[in-house]
């Protein structure tokens, strides 16, 4: 129905939306030799790379009517990249060197960077909701509101001391909890 040439990724990809399925099928079949070509050559195994590449298929469709995708290429190369560092962390296999995923992240640089951006904040927003409730409420004021620590303590009837010191826990987790997913982002 769709022939090679007559729709763009992103042209395929709103069809995808409207649950066309076979705009997904042209687009599987347009993009799936690259992106397993791309998660071979860094894991050097068939099927893992395989199951990687599915996957990321799979979870285009099952969120199609959620997903907003500006760039379908970018989209689906750094879906495959997430998969294949996820690979590496459950893998037994010790890396040679953090070097290993830094040169691999420099080489992926045409990937999407409002993908990447929304993707931070999903995290942060996902740990900042985890911070017991008062500690949250201190950290929002701070940072989203920007008010000092006095002005904090007279809102939620605590002293500034109780305020700095949940801001400092709270900046203290939130580090721990962002060192390693920020060191893949930048």
């Given at each position: 129905?769709?022939?090679?040439?007559?729709?763009?990724?992103?042209?395929?990809?709103?069809?995808?939306?409207?649950?066309?399925?076979?705009?997904?099928?042209?687009?599987?079949?347009?993009?799936?030799?690259?992106?397993?070509?791309?998660?071979?050559?860094?894991?050097?195994?068939?099927?893992?790379?395989?199951?990687?590449?599915?996957?990321?298929?799979?979870?285009?469709?099952?969120?199609?009517?959620?997903?907003?995708?500006?760039?379908?290429?970018?989209?689906?190369?750094?879906?495959?990249?997430?998969?294949?560092?996820?690979?590496?962390?459950?893998?037994?296999?010790k890396l040679e060197s953090l070097e290993t995923i830094v040169e691999y992240?420099?080489?992926?640089?045409?990937?999407?960077?409002?993908?990447?951006?929304?993707?931070?904040?999903?995290?942060?927003?996902?740990?900042?909701?985890?911070?017991?409730?008062?500690?949250?409420?201190?950290?929002?004021?701070?940072?989203?509101?920007?008010?000092?620590?006095?002005?904090?303590?007279?809102?939620?009837?605590?002293?500034?001391?109780?305020?700095?010191?949940?801001?400092?826990?709270?900046?203290?987790?939130?580090?721990?909890?962002?060192?390693?997913?920020?060191?893949?982002?930048?």
């Amino acid at each position: 129905m769709y022939t090679e040439n007559l729709y763009s990724l992103e042209e395929l990809y709103l069809l995808v939306k409207r649950s066309d399925v076979d705009a997904y099928n042209v687009l599987y079949e347009r993009t799936w030799k690259g992106l397993y070509q791309h998660a071979f050559s860094r894991l050097n195994d068939e099927l893992i790379s395989k199951e990687i590449v599915q996957d990321v298929y799979i979870d285009l469709w099952v969120k199609r009517h959620e997903k907003e995708i500006q760039q379908v290429s970018n989209y689906l190369y750094t879906a495959i990249r997430y998969k294949i560092i996820d690979q590496f962390r459950k893998s037994t296999k010790k890396l040679e060197s953090l070097e290993t995923i830094v040169e691999y992240m420099a080489s992926m640089d045409q990937a999407d960077h409002n993908f990447r951006e929304e993707e931070l904040q999903v995290h942060l927003n996902y740990w900042i909701d985890k911070l017991p409730k008062k500690r949250r409420e201190i950290f929002k004021l701070k940072y989203f509101d920007d008010l000092n620590n006095k002005e904090i303590g007279e809102i939620l009837n605590v002293s500034p001391k109780t305020v700095q010191n949940q801001l400092l826990t709270a900046s203290k987790w939130l580090k721990n909890q962002l060192k390693e997913i920020l060191f893949l982002f930048f």
